[in-house]
């Protein structure tokens, strides 16, 4: 059975950075095919996807170009871990924060973490 769970901080000061971790169990990171993605959902509204990162393609990836310049991704293949870092937050990035594995891409996620609530605040 494939399992994900985020980690990190739930509080963040404004202009810091958010950094997300993701751990995977059931299922290998590596595996061709699979997308690994970050999706999250700020109060009363819906859900945002942020990225993903395709671990079996030397780790290229994709970032909704409205976070583009504000967000990274990495992966640790030894833990079968991959994370998210967003930098300089404002209240703005208060959120819910999931991660995903996507089969194909397209964001039909089929394994979901059930979500770390990040605030941002001072």
């Known amino acids: 059975q494939v399992q994900l769970q985020e980690s990190g901080p739930g509080l963040v000061k404004p202009s810091q950075t958010l950094s997300l971790t993701c751990s995977v169990s059931?299922?290998?990171?590596?595996?061709?095919?699979?997308?690994w993605s970050w999706i999250r959902q700020a109060p009363g509204k819906g859900l945002e996807w942020i990225g993903y990162i395709y671990v079996a393609y030397s780790g290229t990836t994709y970032v909704s170009p409205s976070l583009k310049s504000r967000t990274s991704m990495s992966r640790d293949t030894s833990k079968n871990q991959f994370t998210l870092q967003l930098s300089s937050v404002t209240p703005e990035d208060t959120a819910v924060y999931y991660c995903?594995?996507?089969?194909?891409?397209?964001?039909?996620?089929?394994?979901w973490g059930q979500g770390i609530q990040v605030t941002v605040s001072s």
């Open positions: 995903a594995r996507d089969p194909d891409g397209v964001g039909t996620n089929d394994y």
């Open positions: 059931g299922a290998s990171i590596t595996a061709n095919q699979y997308y």
